[in-house]
DNA sequence: TTAGGGTTAG
C-alpha cells in the first residue's frame, strides 16, 4: 500500500508515524489546500480504507477544477472491488468522475472499471464501459471474460473468449485462467479436448499459475486423481499450488494426505503463509486429533507467521473441534481484535461441548463489544439451548428477535434454520403444544426437513392422528426424507 | 497504473 505524507508548518507526517484523524487535522488547518496537500489526504483515506472519504475529497477536487490522476480512480476502483456487491453505488460514483475527468475510453482505466463492475456483479455496467474502450487490449478482453465466469454466465464467457480471437487478440496465461474459474457444476470446458489441447500445445501450463488453476478446477470438478496428476508434473511449485492441492485433499475428506502434502511442502523448504495455516489449521479440526493440532500449533508459532484474527479463528475452532475448550478460550481471551466470526466459533465450541450458560454468557459479552449478532450466532445459540434444554431462553431469543426495533438484533432476522432448532428444543422438552404454537405463528411455510424433525423428538409423544398427519407434510415437501424417490 | 491461481463459522 501506497504511503502517504503530509507536510504542515515544517513538519512531515506520514502513514506510518501518524493516525488519521491527525493526517486530518493537519489538513483542515491548512488555510490553501495544495494539489500535493489534497493528494496525500486521498492516499491517507485509501491507506486507511476510507472509500466514501477519499470519494468526497476528490469529487471536491474536481469541482474545485483540479485534475484527477487515472492513478487514484484505479485505487479507488480497487477498493469498491474489495468490498464486492454492496460497494456498486460507490464504484458508479467513481465512474462518474472517470467521465468527468474525460477518461472514459482510457484503457488501463476502462479495465479496471470492467473488472470492478464485475465484482459489485453489474454485468451490464461492465459492458457498457467494455463496449465504450476503443483500444481493446488483451486485458479488456480478460477482464470481462472474468465477469461473465465470475458471475456464472458460462456461456457468454466461451463466447467471448472466440470473439477476442476473431479481432485478432491472442489469449495469453490469464485468459486461461480466467476460463478456469469454472463453478464446479460446469467442467464441461475441462474435458473439452479442444480446451486441452490448446492448453498443453501453448505451452501456458508450464506457468505455475495456470497449472495451480487447473489443479483447483479439477479437484472442484469433482476429479482429485486429475488434479493429482497436474500437481504431480509441476516443475516449480509455490505457495498457493501447494495450498490448493492441501485444500483439494481436504475437500475430498482426504486429511491424513492433506496432512502429508504440508510436510511434504516444509520438507522441500516451501514457506506457508496465512491462507496455508487458515488451511491446514482447518484439516486439524477434521481431524480431531489434539496431537497432530498440537504439532500444527508450534509450525504456527516458527513460522513466525502473524496470528491476525484469521489464524486465531482457525486454532480456536481446531483445539474446539479436539475437544480443548479450555484452550480455545485461553486464545479466545488472547485475540486482541475478536471479529464476529471468532465468536460465532467461541459460541459454537460451547455448543457442542454443552456449555449452553457459556454461550449465553459469551453472546452478553458479544453485544456489550458494540457487535450485532448474525444468523451463525444465532443458530450456535439456540444449538447450545437444545442441548442444555434451555428452552425459554432460546425462545425468549428468537422472539425477541422477531419483535425487537431497537436494533440489537438487525440482520439477524431468524429464518427456517433457526426454527428448526427452536422445534429441536422443545421435542427434546417434550412440549409439543408450545411446538404446535410455534408452527402456527410461523411466518413462513415449515420445511420437510422441520417437519422431520418434529417427527423424529416428538415420535414418543405424538398420537397416531398426530404422527400421520406430519408424515403427509413430510412426504407432499420431501419424500426423499422419508425413503421415497 | 489495468485482467488472473489457494482459505473463511453452522
Not at 472519504?53 to 490522476?69: F, H, K, P, V, W
Not at 477482464?143 to 473468449?161: H, S
Not at 482429485?224 to 483439494?248: E, G
Not at 473441534?321 to 485475540?335: E, H, M, Q, S
Amino acid at each position: 500500500m501506497r504511503a502517504f505524507c503530509l507536510c504542515y508548518r515544517g513538519i512531515t507526517i506520514s502513514s506510518q508515524s501518524c493516525s488519521l484523524e491527525e493526517a486530518q487535522g493537519v489538513f483542515n488547518a491548512l488555510l490553501a489546500r495544495s494539489m500535493v496537500a489534497a493528494k496525500a489526504m486521498v492516499a491517507a483515506y485509501i491507506h486507511y480504507g476510507c472509500l466514501s472519504d477519499a470519494l468526497q475529497l476528490l469529487i471536491r477536487m474536481q469541482n474545485e477544477g483540479r485534475s484527477i490522476e487515472s492513478t487514484n480512480f484505479i485505487q479507488l476502483l480497487d477498493m469498491c472491488r474489495s468490498q464486492g456487491a454492496s460497494a456498486l453505488p460507490e464504484a458508479r460514483k467513481v465512474h462518474s468522475l472517470i467521465k468527468s475527468s474525460g477518461l472514459t475510453r482510457n484503457t488501463v482505466v476502462g479495465n479496471s472499471l470492467i473488472s470492478t463492475y464485475g465484482k459489485c456483479q453489474s454485468l451490464a455496467d461492465a459492458q457498457q464501459v467494455f463496449d465504450e474502450i476503443l483500444d481493446k487490449d488483451v486485458v479488456t478482453w480478460n477482464a470481462m471474460i472474468a465477469v461473465y465466469i465470475e458471475n456464472d454466465y458460462w456461456n457468454e464467457g466461451v463466447k467471448t473468449f472466440y470473439q477476442m480471437q476473431q479481432v485478432a487478440i491472442f489469449p495469453n496465461e490469464v485468459t486461461f485462467i480466467c476460463l478456469l474459474d469454472l463453478n464446479s457444476n460446469r467442467t464441461e470446458l475441462l474435458y473439452t479436448p479442444w480446451f486441452q489441447i490448446v492448453l498443453w500445445h501453448s505451452g501456458f501450463c508450464s506457468e505455475t499459475a495456470l497449472a495451480t488453476a487447473l489443479v483447483n478446477a479439477y479437484s472442484k470438478g469433482g476429479s482429485l486423481a486429475s488434479a493429482c496428476n497436474i500437481f504431480d508434473i509441476m516443475q516449480d511449485p509455490n505457495v498457493i499450488s501447494w495450498t490448493t492441492m492441501i485444500s483439494s485433499y481436504s475437500s475430498f475428506s482426504q486429511d491424513i494426505e492433506a496432512l502429508q502434502i504440508f510436510k511434504q511442502m516444509l520438507q522441500q523448504g516451501g514457506l506457508p503463509d496465512t491462507v496455508t495455516f487458515m488451511t491446514i489449521l482447518n484439516v486439524g479440526a477434521s481431524l480431531g486429533s489434539i496431537l497432530e493440532g498440537k504439532i500444527l500449533h508450534v509450525y504456527v508459532k516458527l513460522c513466525h507467521v502473524e496470528v491476525e484474527c484469521s489464524i486465531a479463528n482457525g486454532l480456536i475452532n481446531m483445539y474446539g473441534k479436539c475437544g480443548f475448550v479450555d484452550v480455545a478460550l485461553d486464545i479466545f481471551n488472547r485475540v486482541s481484535s475478536c471479529s464476529l466470526e471468532t465468536w460465532n466459533i467461541m459460541i459454537g465450541i460451547h455448543a457442542q461441548h454443552g456449555g449452553a450458560a457459556e454461550a449465553h454468557y459469551l453472546l452478553w459479552c458479544l453485544r456489550q463489544a458494540g457487535l450485532v449478532p448474525d444468523k451463525i450466532t444465532l443458530v450456535n445459540y439456540l444449538s447450545a439451548c437444545s442441548h442444555a434444554g434451555y428452552v425459554e431462553a432460546a425462545l425468549d431469543y428468537v422472539l425477541s428477535s422477531c419483535t425487537d426495533t431497537c436494533d440489537i438484533h438487525q440482520g439477524a432476522m431468524p429464518t427456517l434454520q433457526h426454527y428448526d432448532c427452536i422445534v429441536d428444543v422443545l421435542g427434546r422438552a417434550g412440549q409439543l403444544d408450545r411446538i404446535q404454537c410455534v408452527i402456527s405463528t410461523l411466518p413462513f411455510q415449515l420445511s420437510g426437513l422441520s417437519w422431520m424433525t418434529v417427527l423424529s423428538v416428538c415420535r414418543d409423544l405424538l398420537t397416531e392422528g398426530q404422527a400421520e398427519f406430519i408424515a403427509k407434510h413430510v412426504l407432499e415437501l420431501d419424500p426423499l426424507l422419508l425413503g421415497f424417490s
